[in-house]
């Protein structure tokens, strides 16, 4: 069983329990397994309730409940690991792995392979994507290594995307501030409606060439197809993109790739970034109209740039972990 610990700070003198923990991040749910789940929480090694008062220095220490049972079914799969440890993985997918399964997909998803990946180190677990892309998009998925991880993993986590259109985008930096609803000709197709939800992407002009522009696009929201069906309304679809008007003259899959991912560690807060550099499809794309290679310290300064300030609150007091066995 894997458990947390971490000293109440100074400042932290005489603020109830159950409030300095959502301070740190952890949701009422979490809050409510650990309480009827795994015997509660514990200071200096005796038993505290939620409503009482903390006194700076003592040693909070509590365990994660267990993660429920999973229906899917491990399977090898191939995709690749960026970053992994105990509460964070970042994973690259493939253009054409689903990340989970569906009723189209049932399995060999990513969900599946990741799995099957735990089951050979001899673990169990669930899968718990932070952010989930198309099938067809690949790039960087951020997975949550347990439930104390996955809501602050979600607040602080941003994703810039390359995408390669049709057509030249009208100016070089861009908000697209236009409501997405389902669209009524297609089962999963998306439009931009009035009565649609709020949707914004913020995007910049990396290169032009051959017709086709490469942009950077980081979404402030996070609707379904929101990057595709807002370069579409620009008319300026994806190459490759046919749901939304694009062409598969010179890409056989619409050509959006989640490049960079910046994210808080859900231990103490620090500051990891990770990065994926474009799939040969997309990569030929560029090079044949004649477009320079992607710098990743751009895309990252864009992250810092254009992403909106973190919703959530960052750990403010490290935690440390450790694993007992036979709980």
Avoid at 9 to 34: E, K, M, N, T
Avoid at 37 to 66: R, V, Y
Avoid at 291 to 296: A, C, E, K, N, R
Avoid at 310 to 318: A, D, F, L, S
Wanted: proline residues 9%.
């Amino acid at each position: 069983m894997l458990y947390l610990s971490c000293r109440v700070p100074s400042d932290a003198q005489g603020c109830r329990l159950d409030s300095f923990l959502r301070a740190q991040g952890l949701s009422a749910g979490l809050i409510r397994g650990v309480k009827h789940q795994c015997g509660g929480f514990f200071a200096d090694g005796a038993p505290i309730h939620t409503n009482m008062p903390l006194t700076a220095g003592q040693q909070l220490t509590f365990a994660l409940p267990p993660d429920p049972p999973t229906q899917v079914e491990p399977q090898p799969v191939d995709f690749g690991i960026l970053f992994e440890d105990a509460f964070a993985a970042v994973l690259d997918k493939s253009a054409g792995l689903a990340v989970h399964p569906t009723l189209n997909y049932p399995d060999k998803t990513l969900a599946n392979g990741w799995l099957w990946h735990l089951e050979q180190r001899g673990q169990a677990g669930v899968f718990r994507p932070v952010n989930r892309i198309d099938k067809n998009t690949s790039g960087l998925v951020l997975c949550a290594g347990n439930s104390f991880a996955a809501p602050i993993l979600a607040e602080t986590a941003h994703k810039c995307y390359l995408a390669v259109t049709e057509g030249l985008l009208p100016e070089d930096d861009g908000t697209i501030d236009a409501p997405i609803a389902r669209r009524g000709d297609s089962i999963i197709g998306r439009t931009v409606a009035p009565d649609g939800k709020p949707s914004i992407t913020r995007y910049r002009v990396l290169a032009r060439g051959g017709g086709h522009t490469l942009a950077a696009c980081i979404p402030v929201t996070g609707r379904t197809h929101q990057i595709r069906v807002h370069m579409s309304h620009l008319g300026c679809p994806l190459a490759g993109d046919t749901l939304y008007g694009g062409h598969t003259e010179r890409i056989g899959r619409h050509a959006l790739h989640c490049a960079a991912l910046a994210f808080r560690h859900p231990l103490d807060g620090s500051l990891h970034s990770v990065r994926c550099p474009l799939p040969p499809d997309m990569g030929e794309l560029c090079r044949e109209c004649g477009m320079p290679p992607v710098s990743f310290d751009t895309l990252f300064a864009l992250i810092q740039e254009l992403s909106p300030k973190t919703r959530g609150v960052e750990p403010k007091t490290p935690f440390a972990y450790f694993i007992r066995e036979n709980d």
